[in-house]
Nanobody, 123 residues
Framework: QVQLTESGGGLVQVGDSLNLSCATS????????MAWFRQAPATEREFVAL????????YYSEAVDGRFTITRENAENTVYLQMSSLKPEDTASYYC????????????????WGQGTQVTVSS
């Protein structure tokens, strides 16, 4: 079982930036596509961003494209999400997810999940 641990969430103001991290226990981390999803209360979990194992593929939801950046450091088994120009609608619990194989945006394609970290953007 791959363990994922997110960190970096918090309360920020509109327009601020925030960086999330997700540390994993995967022994062959570079084999995993990594992704970030988010979920606001009473809504379904939605795709935010993904990065392939060797980082040659990155993809973002339309809602965050141009504001968020996903990166990974395979030597440290960690994936990051840099968030800038934050908006109130970015408020959600952010989840790190992993799957062995090619990238998908579908939440059901991911086998391993973190416990989530809360991001709250105050106006």
């Amino acid at each position: 079982q791959v363990q994922l641990t997110e960190s970096g969430g918090g309360l920020v103001q509109v327009g601020d930036s925030l960086n999330l991290s997700c540390a994993t226990s995967a022994r062959t981390f570079s084999d995993y596509t990594m992704a970030w999803f988010r979920q606001a209360p009473a809504t379904e979990r939605e795709f935010v961003a993904l990065i392939s194992g060797n980082a040659d593929i990155k993809y973002y939801s339309e809602a965050v494209d141009g504001r968020f950046t996903i990166t990974r450091e395979n030597a440290e088994n960690t994936v990051y999400l840099q968030m800038s120009s934050l908006k109130p609608e970015d408020t959600a619990s952010y989840y790190c997810a992993a799957r062995l194989g090619p990238p998908y945006t579908n939440v059901n394609k991911y086998d391993h999940w973190g416990q989530g970290t809360q991001v709250t953007v105050s106006s």
